[in-house]
């Protein structure tokens, strides 16, 4: 294991209540979809926190979104039975009246229940099924694996909920001419309707809701019966500006009238709840990582290279926020980043309780390192992770899942940056549950530590030497959507 240098030891080290305090304040500003006015004041409190930890050039980029707010949201069937319900993120209004119309029971929607059916003007009720998150998706390519108490299976670890494998099901019913699209959360582990699940951004144009798993047996007899259902969903849609609120810490190795290279630090900082892994969690190592390194101005420990932090916006609308910055800097600050590192989700490992809630297991979730550079680079990452003892850690492929990793800072490894992102997919991160317990307290400091010790060694290390072997260098064209966040057809 490497033992810390004495330039290590005298830097300041981040407090876990000032943390735990971030966390809380971000928590406390509310629902933080893309655009919302509770999104906007943590935008412009982390321009302030940025600022007075002596980052200059601190400023909001403009990010457009679609802000997608439900008001009115109810369903009831003919015989009076009221159940729960959701609106599927960013689908279409009723209008206030609501609509009325037969519903319709398409099991998962398989190709030969649309056949069977006739949706003109009907209502689609449909059982939604969820992926697998697989220990070996994972590992099949790994750079290397923490495991201290070989806690991680070969097998399912849990449902993938942000992946729902039969959502097609409510394109094709859109273009059959259902009037509305009701989806049961049968592989839900919890009871709940309310599930922030597609969240790609894309106005779609058919009302749908979500029912909770402990209702879906009676929506389900309800359809099956071709009971009448009345679906009310209204809300608004505007396009506003959301922002990645930037900030930059020039290195010392920046000489006057020359571009210095640089390393990217990026956390979303939306959410679809007051959520508190997702990401405020991140977003405390961030601003961690950034008191740290501002406080390290003008001495020894300052870096060879700027630092520049992004605290994105949308990641809740496709993951825009980064995208759009690697689009609006590919010909200039870009060309000059030498790495980039995306922090995401410091967290609790959940299971479901067997009575419609959660149950904290007491280790961390599962997290993998999404990672494309070079072994020198990897081995920076092992030797930290041990060092720090980030545990239940799996350094993986960045492309196992696709064309690009689940993950925010997915647009700095397509744009070819060495990159590395580390992030974990608790159940609970698209629900209303996940609340400040849920926040993996005892690895707040440990992460900040690493990412912080990671950035001094990859300062040190030429470019040219991070890039190498990488799956997919830079000057590659862009490539196509992912599954999770492809457009409607």
Not at 58 to 76: D, F, G, Q
Not at 330 to 350: N, P, Q, S
Request: charged share 20%.
């Amino acid at each position: 294991m490497t033992t810390p240098t004495n330039q290590d030891a005298t830097s300041p080290p981040p407090r876990l209540g000032e943390m735990l305090g971030w966390i809380r304040q971000i928590v406390g500003c509310g629902i933080r979809r893309p655009g919302y006015p509770q999104s906007l004041q943590v935008e412009r409190w982390l321009a302030e926190k940025l600022s007075e930890f002596g980052l200059a050039e601190v400023r909001a980029e403009p990010v457009p979104v679609n802000r997608w707010e439900p008001h009115t949201t109810s369903l009831e069937f003919a015989d009076g039975a009221a159940l729960p319900c959701f609106p599927i993120p960013y689908t279409a209004w009723t209008g206030a009246t609501g609509l009325d119309a037969p519903a319709v029971f398409l099991g998962e929607g398989k190709p030969e229940e649309f056949q069977a059916a006739d949706l003109r003007g009907r209502v689609a009720v449909v059982e939604m099924r969820f992926a697998e998150l697989v220990g070996a998706m994972l590992k099949k390519g790994a750079h290397f694996l923490r495991d201290a108490d070989q806690s991680v299976p070969d097998g399912p670890l849990h449902a993938a909920n942000w992946l729902i494998r039969n959502f097609p099901a409510y394109y094709e019913a859109q273009r059959r001419g259902a009037a509305g699209f009701i989806g049961l959360l049968v592989d839900s582990p919890t009871h709940g309707c309310d599930f922030y699940v597609p969240y790609d951004g894309f106005l779609k144009d058919l009302p749908g809701v979500w029912v909770g798993r402990e209702h879906a047996p009676q929506a389900r007899a309800q359809a099956v019966s071709g009971a009448w259902v009345r679906l009310i969903s209204t809300g608004e849609n505007r396009v506003v500006d959301s922002h990645n609120v930037v900030g930059v810490l020039p290195g010392a190795g920046c000489q006057p009238g020359e571009i210095n290279e640089n390393i990217i630090i990026t956390c979303h900082h939306d959410a679809p709840f007051a959520s508190a892994v997702e990401d405020a969690s991140g977003l405390a190592v961030l601003l961690a990582l950034a008191k740290v390194f501002g406080a390290a101005k003008g001495t020894p420990r300052q870096l060879r290279r700027d630092l520049v932090f992004v605290a994105a916006s949308g990641h809740f609308h496709g993951g825009i926020g980064n995208r759009v910055f690697v689009e609006r800097h590919g010909g200039g600050l870009l060309k000059r980043t030498v790495a980039a590192f995306g922090v995401e989700h410091i967290a609790e490992e959940a299971e479901g309780d067997g009575q419609g809630g959660y149950r904290l297991t007491g280790r961390p979730e599962v997290r993998a390192l999404f990672f494309d550079g070079s072994p020198g680079f990897a081995g920076v990452l092992r030797e930290e992770a041990e060092r720090w003892r980030i545990d239940r850690l799996i350094c993986a492929d960045a492309y196992s899942f696709g064309p690009e990793p689940p993950c925010d800072s997915a647009p700095f490894f397509t744009a070819g940056i060495p990159s590395a992102c580390h992030i974990s997919g608790p159940l609970y991160l698209f629900d209303p549950q996940d609340t400040v317990d849920k926040v993996r307290l005892a690895d707040l400091v440990p992460m900040a530590e690493f990412f912080a010790t990671v950035l001094r060694r990859i300062d040190a290390l030429p470019a040219d030497e991070l890039s190498m072997g990488m799956k997919r260098p830079r000057g590659l064209p862009p490539p196509p959507p992912p599954p999770w966040f492809r457009p409607p057809p």
